[in-house]
């Protein structure tokens, strides 16, 4: 995960790195100064964003999710149950490999979005937290910092799985639609991790985040149609599969990316996207900025 405890410097009060108060020399109880320009907030959003990537750099183990799950799933999937689905699919193997790489994609976004919650979780309970609320930083800046960093990742988790993807024989014969999917995954994926976020400050920890995201994350991955077309499944789960914004981004960017209907799943996924970080956005910094 690339939430950790922090390096010994951070942000002081103009936005230049500084010593880090202990706990035992910097008081919880400073409040971010209201006369912090949007300037300065870039800057420190900046110098939190330097401070997760350099830890990244110290701990290169945290890219492990980003680099392997992306290898693992496309394996499996389809090497497991590419040929069955695929015959379903009107072809065989090769079929499936263009319908579930663009699932695929839908679904990095998730995961990196899980590994917000459990690190944010990790760096309240190590104290990290602490540190940056006794400074004069705007706390919008830390959260906005995290998101930044694991949208690089899911970007570096995406590249992966298109290299492992074309090794396996998916097609990329529509080049604009790939970078629109890319897009729209991260469009949704900074949608979810305000919601992560948000379970990483009000869960106890970050086993709790983990099992919350699992029980999440499970049914809406496979009541959806990222590995699997939902023709064949009950009629309750394809009820389900229909207002899962997991199936309206894997048919959206698998209509971009090898054709087919784009229109009505784009414009649900974009609401989605828009309603959750609307409504968690606001939720995740006031329950920051209140966590005692």
Same mark, same amino acid.
């Given at each position: ?52 990537? !350099? ?10 999710? %980003?680099?392997? #799950?992306? *290898?693992?799933?496309? +394996?499996? /999937? ?120 948000? !379970? ?10 983990? %099992?919350?995201? #699992?029980? *999440?994350?499970?049914? +809406?991955? /496979? ?70």
């Amino acid at each position: 995960m690339s939430a950790h405890p922090s390096p010994t410097t951070t942000l002081a009060k103009g936005g230049s790195a500084a010593h880090l108060p202990s706990a035992a020399e910097a008081p919880l109880a400073v409040k971010a100064d209201p006369r912090i320009s949007p300037r300065a907030h870039l800057r420190h959003t900046g110098a939190l964003i330097r401070r997760n990537l !350099l830890w990244i750099r110290q701990d290169p183990e945290s890219m492990f999710d %980003a680099i392997l #799950f992306p *290898v693992i799933f496309t +394996l499996l /999937f389809v090497y497991v149950f590419g040929g069955s689905i695929g015959q379903s699919l009107g072809g065989g193997q090769e079929r499936y490999v263009q319908y579930v790489v663009p699932g695929l994609m839908a679904m990095m976004g998730m995961n990196m979005a899980q590994g917000v919650g459990t690190g944010f979780n990790t760096d309240f309970n190590s104290g990290v937290m602490d540190r940056f609320r006794s400074l004069p930083i705007g706390r919008g800046s830390v959260l906005f910092a995290k998101i930044a960093v694991e949208l690089m990742r899911m970007l570096i988790a995406t590249a992966v799985l298109m290299v492992v993807g074309v090794l396996v024989g998916f097609d990329i014969t529509n080049w604009p639609g790939l970078f629109a999917s890319v897009g729209l995954s991260v469009i949704f994926g900074s949608a979810l991790m305000w919601v992560f976020l948000t !379970l990483g400050v009000i869960m106890k920890s970050a086993q709790s985040v983990q %099992a919350m995201g #699992f029980l *999440v994350l499970m049914p +809406l991955q /496979f009541g959806s149609s990222i590995f699997a077309p939902t023709k064949s499944m009950p009629g309750w789960l394809q009820n389900f599969t229909e207002y899962n914004p997991l199936s309206s981004l894997a048919d959206a960017a698998r209509g971009l990316m090898v054709g087919g209907p784009v229109e009505h799943a784009l414009w649900v996924t974009l609401a989605w996207s828009l309603g959750l970080t609307a409504v968690m956005a606001p939720i995740a910094i006031h329950k920051f900025r209140t966590k005692s």
